[in-house]
C-alpha cells in the first residue's frame, strides 16, 4: 500500500480525492461478492486483482513505462488492441463505471449525458485513477454523440487519436474500417517508435484470439442446467479482460474454466431454484454490478450478457490465415465490424443475437439495461422489445444510472418480473 502511495503520488493523483475513492471499495466488494455462496475457488485471482484495483495493474504498466514501454488508453470494444500489442505497445481499457465520478465529469459536460461518459471526463480531470494518469495516448472512436464531443474535451489535457467508425456495414464500411486501423498503426508506431510486422501482427492476433476463446468457454460453461459460476463473478471477469495483461488472464479464465468443468460434472450449482436472466444494454464497466447484484438478490442467476461487457466483447475471432499485412487488417476489421452496437443503423443484428443467445443460454428472460441519457440503445429498445415478444422471450426494460437512488424500486420491479416468469 506504501508503494501504491508512492506511484499514486508520482502519477500527479489527488491523493485526498482518492483515499475516499478508496475507503468505499472494500465494503462494495464484500456486499457484492465476498456475501455469494460457493463461489469457486479459481476467483482468488480476479478478487485479488479487483482488491488491488489501482495498484497492481498500474504497477505493472509504470513498470513497463519505465522501461520505454507506451500505454495506449482505450473506451470501446471496437479498438483493436491487436494492433497495439503488435507495436510492443499495451492497450488498456479505460474504465468509467462509478458514481464517484460523474460530479467531476458534470463540471465539464451537460448533466443530461450519460453517467459513462462523465465518469470518463471526472476520473481524468478528478486525477483519481491511475489508469488515466499513465496512458500515453487515449484512442477514443466515433459511436455515440455524447463520446465524440467527450474526446474533444478530454484532448484538451491529454493526447488523443479518434477512429472514424462507419455506422453502417456495407462493403465499402468494412473497407473503410480497414483504412482506420491503417492509420492507427501509423500512430502506434509513431508513439512507441516500433514497426507493426506481419510477424507480430499474427503473433498478436492469435493472442487476442486466445483471450477470445477463454472467454466464449466461460460463458458455454454457463449455459448448462448446472450453473456453476455466478453473472456478478462472470461480470467482474469481463471487466477485468478490458485491462489484465491479456496472455495471463486467458491461463487464469482456462483454470477457472477446468474447475467450472468439474463443477459441472458434480453438479454443482449456484442456481438452485433461480430464474435465468440474459442481460443486454449498455456496457457495465468496473465497478458498476449494480444491475447483476439486483438480479441475483432477487431469485435470478444471469446466464449471458450481450454487452459489450460481455459477448459483444469476444464473440468472432480475428481469422488467422492472413498472409500480409493487408490481409491481416481487413481479417481484423471484419472480426470487429461483426460487433453490434447500437450506434449503428441499421441493427438488426443485436436483436438476432439476443435472441440466439437467449436460446443458447437456456435464458428464461431478458433484462434489456439502459444507461440514461444513452439515446441509441434507449430508442433501440423499443424494437428488441418487439422483437423478443414475437420470439415469445419475457422481456423487462430498465433504464438507470450509477447511483443506488432507485435501487429499492428496481429490486421490486425485477423481483416481480422474475416472480412472472413463473
Ligand atoms: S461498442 S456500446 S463500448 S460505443 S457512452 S453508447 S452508454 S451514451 S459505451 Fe459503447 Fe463501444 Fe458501442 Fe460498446 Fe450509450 Fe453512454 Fe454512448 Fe455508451
Request: net charge negative; hydrophobic share 40%.
Amino acid at each position: 500500500m506504501a508503494d501504491n502511495q508512492k506511484m499514486w503520488a508520482e502519477l500527479g493523483m489527488n491523493l485526498e480525492m482518492h483515499d475516499m475513492l478508496c475507503e468505499v471499495l472494500p465494503g462494495a466488494i464484500g456486499d457484492v461478492f465476498m456475501s455469494q455462496e460457493n463461489r469457486p475457488e479459481a476467483m482468488d485471482y480476479f478478487d485479488m486483482v479487483l482488491a488491488d484495483v489501482h495498484g497492481l495493474r498500474p504497477s505493472e504498466l509504470v513498470e513497463f513505462r519505465k522501461n520505454g514501454g507506451k500505454v495506449f488508453g482505450t473506451f470501446c470494444a471496437y479498438v483493436p488492441d491487436e494492433v497495439i500489442f503488435a507495436a510492443g505497445g499495451i492497450a488498456t481499457g479505460l474504465c468509467a463505471g462509478s458514481q464517484f465520478w460523474v460530479p467531476g465529469g458534470e463540471r465539464y459536460l451537460p448533466a443530461n449525458t450519460c453517467p459513462l461518459i462523465k465518469a470518463m471526463l471526472g476520473a481524468r480531470f478528478d486525477k483519481t485513477c491511475p489508469f488515466y494518469r499513465l496512458a500515453d495516448i487515449y484512442i477514443g472512436e466515433n459511436t455515440c454523440d455524447g463520446k465524440k464531443k467527450a474526446y474533444e474535451i478530454l484532448g484538451t489535457d491529454v493526447p488523443m487519436h479518434i477512429m472514424d467508425l462507419p455506422q453502417m456495414k456495407r462493403e465499402k464500411d468494412y473497407l473503410k474500417w480497414a483504412d482506420e486501423i491503417k492509420d492507427l498503426i501509423k500512430v502506434v508506431e509513431e508513439v512507441t517508435g516500433n514497426k507493426v510486422t506481419p510477424e507480430a501482427l499474427a503473433e498478436n492476433i492469435k493472442k487476442i484470439n486466445n483471450k477470445r476463446k477463454a472467454l466464449e468457454r466461460l460463458y458455454k460453461l454457463r449455459r448448462n442446467e448446472c450453473v456453476p459460476i455466478s453473472g456478478t463473478d462472470t461480470l467482474l471477469i469481463s471487466q477485468i479482460a478490458y485491462y489484465d495483461d491479456p496472455e495471463r488472464f486467458a491461463t487464469m479464465v482456462n483454470k477457472l474454466c477446468d474447475e467450472l468443468e468439474q463443477r459441472v460434472a458434480d453438479g454443482v450449482s449456484v442456481a438452485e431454484g433461480k430464474k435465468r436472466i440474459l442481460i443486454t444494454g449498455t456496457p457495465m464497466a468496473i465497478p458498476n454490478w449494480k444491475m447483476h447484484n439486483l438480479v441475483e438478490t432477487s431469485g435470478g442467476i444471469v446466464v449471458c450478457e450481450e454487452t459489450c461487457t460481455g459477448t459483444r466483447y469476444f464473440e468472432n475471432q480475428v481469422d488467422e490465415s492472413g498472409a500480409t499485412l493487408d490481409e491481416m487488417v481487413q481479417n481484423i476489421a471484419n472480426r470487429y465490424m461483426g460487433i453490434n452496437c447500437a450506434c449503428f443503423t441499421p441493427n438488426t443484428g443485436r436483436f438476432d443475437d439476443v435472441v440466439r443467445l437467449a436460446k443458447e443460454s437456456k435464458a428464461d428472460g431478458v433484462i434489456d439495461v439502459n444507461l440514461m441519457f444513452c439515446q441509441t440503445y434507449d430508442i433501440e429498445g423499443r424494437s428488441l422489445e418487439e422483437r423478443c415478444k414475437a420470439e415469445g422471450i419475457p422481456f423487462l426494460g430498465i433504464e438507470t444510472d450509477y447511483t443506488d437512488n432507485d435501487a429499492q424500486q428496481l429490486k421490486t420491479r425485477i423481483g416481480a418480473f422474475i416472480e412472472m416468469l413463473g
